[in-house]
């Protein structure tokens, strides 16, 4: 289970986050919604102290993380547990998609150079990418090098993966087979936190739905919750404004 508690942050004088509760529970996936500037990015990379909350706790499972005084090793046992999918693949450009996915086993987690392969590739052929292990990046779409990212995401065996906005780089007829592999591993029962723009595939993953604005978290539930009776006012005029026709259930 992953626990945030009143995480707040700052850029300068300007508050981005503004107490925000959290709670996933394990093998739940969650997709965080909302306009630009709400706090969504910021929010995800908190989790995985990318950016350090200025106060609160994040607790994953027995182990929690006080954001106002943490060491050195509670950041890197709190990495440990998260991945990252990022929206602009932030893959290596010099490595092959193979040796991109190996990096953290060998970095990270420090495994044998062999092992690191086997997991590699057994990854990337999870995502459709076992006759790409030898490409590099400028040789691949965008939407494989996303692929790549998911397996490298994958590879590390994380407690949660962190995706933000992982379709928002991509041109349109590629979105379909990142959307794919994603749907493909929430099946699994991997713990996911979601940011999209995709309202559809949202209401069709996802067990439970954040709605957030402002730095808060505005309504949560279900996705039958709050695609087909939102209770907040702000909820329904966000909804209404990608669904023009005042019908929220896509």
């Not at 996936?29 to 200025?54: D, F, H, M, Q």
């Not at 539930?221 to 909804?239: A, V, W, Y």
């Amino acid at each position: 289970m992953i626990k945030l508690t009143q995480i707040n942050k700052s850029f300068g004088r300007q508050q981005v986050l503004k107490g925000i509760d959290l709670t996933v529970k394990k093998g739940e996936v969650v997709a965080i919604l909302g306009p630009s500037g709400s706090g969504k990015t910021t929010l995800l990379r908190c989790i995985n102290y990318l950016e350090r909350p200025g106060s609160g706790e994040i607790s994953i499972d027995d182990f929690t993380v006080n954001c106002r005084n943490p060491s050195k090793a509670d950041i890197h046992k709190l990495r440990q547990k998260t991945a990252m999918v990022f929206q602009q693949y932030n893959l290596f450009r010099h490595k092959t998609a193979l040796e991109n996915v190996m990096e953290g086993l060998l970095i990270v987690k420090k495994l044998p150079k062999e092992e690191a392969r086997r997991i590699s590739v057994e990854h990337l052929e999870k995502v459709g990418l076992g006759n790409k292990l030898d490409a590099y990046p400028s040789q691949l779409s965008g939407g494989q090098q996303q692929r790549v990212g998911i397996a490298r995401a994958l590879a590390l065996n994380p407690d949660v993966i962190l995706f933000d906005e992982p379709t928002s780089a991509l041109d349109p007829e590629l979105v379909g087979e990142v959307l794919a592999v994603i749907r493909k591993i929430a099946k699994e029962g991997i713990t996911m936190i979601i940011v999209t723009h995709e309202m559809g595939f949202a209401q069709d993953v996802a067990n439970h739905v954040v709605f957030m604005d402002g730095g808060v978290v505005v309504e949560e539930g279900s996705p039958q919750d709050i695609f087909s009776s939102p209770k907040e006012e702000r909820t329904r005029q966000f909804l209404k404004r990608i669904t023009p026709d005042g019908v929220y259930s896509i």
